[in-house]
């Protein structure tokens, strides 16, 4: 299991399969939020605030995302409390953030990295060229820029590959293609790499 800050309010868990197997919870079972998996949920969050001090109080919104080789990434951001009416209210809602909520994403959801500079999206292109099929969407979206990949682009055998050439440039993003598409700016659509590599150069 490792952990990542990735702000005030937002941390990321990375858990292996063997971090499954240790407390006898297959691959299909993380989706169904039993007993273990709850306490699998509370023990990642104990070992974030002792690595990182990310602290849960009240309620949360939660995200998973598979690896089909290597495990789940959870990233788990603390949302703001809701002003309400009574202490009892504020106290049914910040009991709703016991409960873990994992729902299986598609696939492709899980490659969508984000990157922080122009230049850091090119360097990626540039070492996913030799993979051939590989094309991709760029987006800029809130300063930064984000690079998705339809999950037929992405087969099994390539994926912890590619996954490892973009995190390496840039970080897996929490934002989702809907959001991209609604807010973004879509500024190469289908095949994004091989626009990448054609026009933009490797700058020694």
């Not at 009416?85 to 809602?93: D, I, P, R, T, V």
């Not at 910040?94 to 850091?120: C, K, R, T």
Request: proline share 3%.
């Amino acid at each position: 299991m490792r952990v990542e800050r990735l702000g005030d309010n937002k941390v990321r868990v990375f858990v292996t399969y063997d971090d499954l197997n240790e407390r006898g919870i297959d691959r299909e079972e993380i989706w169904q939020n039993g007993r273990k998996v709850q306490e699998l949920f509370w023990d990642m969050m104990e070992y974030a605030y002792l690595e990182t001090g990310f602290e849960v109080a009240g309620p949360i919104a939660v995200e998973a995302f598979t690896m089909p080789t290597e495990g789940i990434v959870v990233i788990v951001t603390q949302m703001p409390a809701l002003p309400s009416a009574s202490g009892k209210q504020a106290e049914s809602e910040e009991d709703d953030g016991d409960e873990l909520e994992l729902v299986a994403p598609d696939l492709s959801e899980a490659f969508i990295f984000v990157f922080q500079e122009f230049e850091d999206v090119v360097r990626a292109a540039h070492s996913l060229a030799a993979h051939a099929g590989i094309g991709g969407s760029l987006y800029h979206y809130k300063g930064r820029y984000h690079l998705y990949f339809d999950e037929d682009e992405i087969g099994e055998v390539m994926y912890d590959t590619i996954w490892s050439i973009l995190h390496e440039y840039g970080e897996l993003s929490s934002t989702t293609k809907a959001m991209l598409d609604e807010y973004g700016k879509r500024v190469m659509e289908h095949s994004a790499i091989q626009t990448l590599t054609r026009h933009f150069p490797l700058h020694s």
